[in-house]
Every structure is written in C-alpha cells, then in structure tokens.
C-alpha cells in the first residue's frame, strides 16, 4: 500500500542578504514565479515556496508537477520524499520510496558504474544473490556495456542519468519521485523509460514526476498539477493542464489563476 497526504503545507526558505540584495530578491520574485517574499521574526526575509499545498495520492496514481523554473515543483517532490518538513502543515507518506533528485546524488565518481551499483545495493541491505541479479538488470536496462566498468566521472549526463534510473526502478519501491530525470534522456531512452514504469504500475505504485516534457506527462502520467509561485493553480487530466500551462484558456469549470 502507498499513499501520499499532504494537508496544508507551508515551505519558507530564509534568505540572508543585503538590503541591496534584499531588493533584487524581491524584484526578481515578481517578476518570475518563484514563491512571496516575506519577513519572518527578526526581520529576515524568506521566500515561501510552498503555500498552502494540500495533495491526496493513492496507489496506482501517476502524478505530474508543471510549472515555470521557480514554482515550487522540486520542493513539493523534497516533501514527497521526506528530505524536507514543511513548516506548517502535515506530509504523510505510506510505502517505501526511491528518489531522483540530483544528477549525481548517491554517486561515487571515482567508483565505477558496477561498483556503484554494488555499494548502493549494500546501503539497501540486499543480499548478494539479490545484488548480482540488481547489476545484471542495470547493465541490461542502461545498455552501458563496457561503460559500467569505468568511473562514473567518465560519464556524460545522459549516461548518468540511465544508470540512477536504472538503480531506482531496479529495486521495488512503494514511491517513485522523479525531478526531470527523465526528459533529459534521448528518444530511445524515454520509450524504455516509459515502458519500464508502466511495468511498475501494473503492481500499483505512485510516480511523482516534474517535467517540462509534454510527453512524460501525457505518456507517464493520470493527473497533473499546474503550480505558480507555490501554489497550486490546476488541478485536472495531464493534457487539459499542459494546454493551459502551454498558454490555452482553462476548460469551463476548472480554474487556472496562471499569472504570466
């Protein structure tokens, strides 16, 4: 069983500066998306990335998050996988979870792509029937060949990217949270991608996916959410909410307050 509740949740990130950088802070808030500009106790400004965000996700839900650089999409994706609490509000997650946040996170550079997979496999208490049958399936999956014997350091960025999929989706989590991981793979990899976490949903798992890639989010996923300055603005069907997100009117009986 997995399940993910968010109920009211506030996130404020504080920012110590200058009053000069103060200003080009708040300016800067205006002008994009990224959350209010407000003041905490001792006049310390924050940023408040999340307002008020209140989510219900159950198994077999397949969930995008859209919005402009700034909206608050990676720090709703923290919340899901516990490496934030918010600062008012509850976060309930159910079920074991796998997360792709960073290009590099849980990498050794200097290990090859073989041995990382094997000391990620000993973090995760697997056995070593278990561990070879993980490295067997990340050679097939990633397609690295021989590349899987060299330092991680030696990788490009779309390489990185199959073998912390590949390790992810290899062992069997409950949550997948993923930030643009998947967007930044070439075609091929996005078909496998793709195929490889609608295998995991015939089992009844929850994605969490940000992307701006209109074909994650169509392909991949059964809702959306459209965020703007921390807030959700469009909750709906992953085409309805990419049309409005792409700039299109909201369907009648469905509010997109987008400010551009």
Not at 183 to 189: I, P, S, V
Request: with cysteine; proline share 4%.
């Amino acid at each position: 069983m997995a399940h993910i509740t968010i109920k009211d949740a506030v996130v404020r990130y504080p920012v110590y500066s200058t009053v000069r950088q103060r200003s080009l802070l708040s300016y800067a808030a205006h002008k994009a998306s990224f959350g209010r500009v407000a003041r905490e106790v001792g006049h310390i400004p924050v940023v408040e990335a999340l307002r008020g965000i209140s989510l219900d996700l159950k198994d077999g839900d397949r969930l995008a998050l859209i919005g402009r650089n700034g909206s608050g999409k990676t720090t709703m994706l923290k919340l899901c996988a516990g490496l934030l609490l918010p600062d008012s509000g509850t976060v309930v997650v159910e079920g074991t979870r796998a997360a792709i946040l960073n290009p590099a996170a849980g990498l050794d550079p200097d290990k090859t792509g073989a041995e990382n997979v094997e000391q990620i496999g000993r973090l995760l208490s697997l056995t070593k029937p278990v561990r070879k049958r993980l490295l067997d399936d990340v050679a097939d999956f990633t397609e690295l060949a021989d590349f899987l014997n060299l330092p991680v350091r030696t990788y490009s960025s779309g390489m990185v990217v199959r073998l912390l999929f590949a390790m992810a989706t290899s062992v069997e989590r409950d949550v997948l949270i993923i930030d643009e991981l998947i967007g930044a793979g070439d075609a091929h990899f996005m078909e496998k991608a793709a195929t490889r976490v609608h295998a995991m949903f015939q089992r009844a798992k929850v994605l969490v996916v940000a992307t701006h890639a209109e074909s994650i989010v169509t392909l991949l996923c059964n809702r959306a959410l459209l965020l703007d300055s921390g807030q959700v603005v469009m909750d709906a069907a992953p085409q309805q909410v990419w049309d409005v997100y792409m700039g299109g009117p909201a369907p009648i009986g469905l509010t997109a307050n987008v400010s551009g």
